[in-house]
């Protein structure tokens, strides 16, 4: 059973950072293409970063600059750092991992950037 556990999301104001953590369970991590996408209600889920097994990462538009991923795969963790946040940036933001056909979900981490 695939397991991906998010870490790391909270309120932050306009202009701050954090870092999201995704811990994944079980030996595939290496393998797997690793990212992350944020939902707001209402609204289709937007694929923020990924990172494939090579370590070719892509960003969407609006993050470029200001997002990093990385991954860890010692110890199978994904991580995305964001700086720079703006109010838009705020969304639940979902940890993913696909290996073939296969893609497993994390359960979501609030970040809510606000003065």
């Known amino acids: 059973q695939v397991q991906l556990v998010e870490s790391g999301g909270g309120l932050v104001q306009p202009g701050g950072s954090l870092r999201l953590s995704c811990v994944a369970s079980?030996?595939?991590?290496?393998?797997?293409?690793m990212g992350w996408y944020r939902q707001t209600p209402g609204t289709q889920r937007e694929l923020v970063a990924f990172?494939?097994?090579?370590?070719?990462?892509n960003y969407l538009d609006s993050v470029k600059g200001r997002f990093t991923i990385s991954r860890d795969n010692a110890k199978n963790t994904v991580y995305l750092q964001m700086n720079s946040l703006k109010p838009e940036d705020t969304a639940v933001y979902y940890c993913?991992?696909?290996?073939?056909?296969?893609?497993?979900w994390g359960r979501g981490t609030q970040v809510t950037v606000s003065s």
């Open positions: 990172m494939i097994v090579s370590g070719i990462t």
């Open positions: 993913y991992a696909r290996k073939g056909s296969t893609t497993y």
């Open positions: 079980g030996s595939f991590f290496s393998s797997a293409a």
